[in-house]
Every structure is written in C-alpha cells, then in structure tokens.
C-alpha cells in the first residue's frame, strides 16, 4: 500500500512530510510548482499499470534466458541431470 505521510490531520496546520510504500520512504509522483504551490503529480493508474505489464514481460524474460543459459550449460555438455543443479561439476 502507498501512503502519503503528513504531520497533523486535515487542517491549515498539516504538512506534508513524505511517501511511504510499506513502511518505507518512496519516490512517487513529480513535484511540480505553481506559483506559490506545490503540487504532488501522480501517475494515471493506466500508466503504472502500463508500466508494470512492461516489468513483468522483463522478468520474464530473464527468467527464461536463465533457464536457457541452465540448459545449455549443465544439462546438454554433460554436467548432470536437468532437474539437477550442482554448481561444482
């Protein structure tokens, strides 16, 4: 979960203090300033959705050149069992 952090309840008195995703500090959104203003802009939901499709087809990705590189390297030169991993052979 994000929470945006401040130091009072709604009022004149609070102030921002910062962005948390579970417990810890985050960078989230672009501060952007109007005049005399701040403003926190945050990203369309459909861009982080966008950008999370992207993370994912990335890891993936890697996922199977791994088992590639697994494949080729202990399996098909002789080094054991496919489903067996023993990096000292």
């Known amino acids: 979960m994000i929470s945006i952090i ?3 309840p709604p009022g004149p008195e609070s102030q921002f203090v910062e962005v ?3 417990g810890k500090s985050i ?3 672009k501060w952007i300033q109007v005049g005399d203003f701040w403003h926190l802009e945050l990203p369309e939901i459909d861009q982080l959705e966008k950008e999370l499709a992207l993370r994912k087809e990335f890891i993936e990705a890697r996922k199977d050149r791994a088992k590639a590189y697994h494949s080729f390297w202990f399996y098909e030169r002789g080094k054991g069992d496919k489903n067996e ?3 000292r052979t």
Request: proline share 8%; hydrophobic share 15%; glycine share 8%.
């Open 85 to 87: 991993y023993n990096p």
């Open 6 to 8: 401040f130091d009072h």
């Open 27 to 29: 960078e989230f959104g």
């Open 20 to 22: 948390e995703r579970d």
